[in-house]
């Protein structure tokens, strides 16, 4: 017999049952179910990653839909398991999906939401705040005086890195690389250097024009550059940020020999995907390279770090915390609930990935859509540009 799973109940007479296999930040992704006739059960189990019978459990012999988080293994097993109980839903609290077997969902006439369009801007900031820590070695001093070592100012005190003036990297320039780049550019007049297999005009017209209002007003402009290889921006900028999609072609994209063509004084960001990265790559690198910096949020086998990361004091590590502000995670909460919600009622699915704000307008009704729906095509759903 199944453990019981602790649960949260909200609106319990409601006609469809939606199950939150964690608590979500926020309230109104409860309210805009609820209203619409949904009883919401919210796990809440203390546990961090809940298993694949832990969630079995959760779906039971009746229900219509899951919001489910990046930490699960969504395969054949759970929408087998779902489409038993009637589901047609299942959401994503995330943009990605890679933990989500789409084909298998396809198999079981189940409809997979994600939530993109919130996070462009809070993600880029993450990757800025990680070069700016990394490159002025924030955190290694803020351990230095909780330490209690601090005696008096010294010249050579944790020197780390002038960004203002210096070349930074952009691998993958799509939504979130091209506002990284923007921050990095407006913020601390860096020259730019991209790799991607698209040009980013967009990008690129705005480096232009800020270029010529700096030199309308005295200063030096600022410059871009779109890359031939990926190994030019390697071996040109000072800072490196990746912002590539996760796939076989991207497995590992820093490996050894990468990482031996960067500057011994680079700052290498990442707030993609953890294996993009040879963790024990780098760790043997951030070794030999003192000087050398990094800013990580995600992990190869996340959530554990390649043995000997951590011990080093030239690299920053945050958990996974890219779209961590408060109006983000709300908002993804919100586009998860709403892609489950329209699923249930049978509405279209929203055309544009990239226009989310109708969703997220508080003062404003909510259109009878589904936000975003990654296998809309294969399941025949109809598109709506509303």
């Known amino acids: 017999m199944a453990k019981p799973i602790s649960i949260q109940v909200w609106n ?8 939150s296999t964690k608590s979500m930040p926020g309230d109104r992704w409860i309210r805009l179910l609820t209203d619409q006739d949904c009883r919401v ?30 930490t699960e293994d969504w395969g054949e097993v759970l929408f087998s398991a779902l489409k038993r109980a009637g589901g047609t839903s299942f959401s994503n609290m995330a943009v990605g999906y890679n933990n989500v077997d789409v084909s298998a969902a396809n198999k079981y006439g ?14 880029a900031e993450l990757a800025a705040a990680l070069s700016l820590t990394a490159a002025r070695r924030i955190v290694e001093a803020d351990q230095f005086m909780r330490a209690g070592l601090y005696d008096g100012w010294l010249p050579h005190l944790f020197v780390g890195n002038l960004l203002k003036g210096q070349t930074v990297g952009v691998i993958g320039a799509g939504r979130i690389g091209s506002a990284y780049a923007r921050m990095m550019i407006e913020g601390f007049k860096m020259n730019l250097i991209y790799y991607d297999l698209y040009q980013a005009t967009r990008l690129e017209k705005f480096v232009t024009a800020y270029g010529q209002f700096l030199q309308v007003n005295g200063e030096q402009p600022v410059t871009w550059k779109r890359a031939a290889t990926m190994e030019d921006v390697l071996r040109e900028a000072d800072v490196i ?9 991207t497995y590992h994209l820093i490996n050894k020999e990468r990482l031996g063509i960067m500057k011994k004084e ?6 993609s995907r953890g294996p993009v990265i040879d963790e024990a790559a780098l760790v043997e690198h951030l070794k030999a390279n003192p000087m050398f910096r990094v800013g990580l949020d ?7 770090m390649k043995p000997g990361l951590s011990e080093q004091k030239n690299a920053v590590v945050v958990p996974h915390i890219a779209s961590a502000s408060k109006w983000t995670r709300e908002g993804m909460a919100t586009l998860a609930a709403l892609n489950v919600l329209g699923t249930i009622k049978g509405y279209p699915v929203l055309g544009d990935p990239n226009s989310m704000d109708k969703f997220l307008d ?20 109809q598109i709506s540009n509303l």
């Open 12 to 19: 319990p007479s409601g006609k469809y049952r939606v199950v």
């Open 41 to 70: 059960e919210i796990c809440t189990e203390e546990k961090t990653i809940l298993s694949v019978d832990d969630i079995l459990t959760l779906i039971g012999d009746r229900c219509d839909g899951v919001i489910g988080q990046l």
């Open 110 to 123: 189940v409809a997979v939401g994600n939530t993109p369009g919130v996070l462009t801007e809070t993600t």
């Open 241 to 249: 940020s990746l912002h590539p999609v996760l796939d076989k072609t």
């Open 266 to 271: 680079a700052v290498l960001v990442n707030a």
């Open 298 to 304: 995600v992990f190869e086998d996340e959530p554990l």
């Open 362 to 381: 508080e003062s404003s009704p909510v259109p009878a859509a589904c936000p975003s729906i990654v296998n809309a095509k294969q399941l025949g759903l």
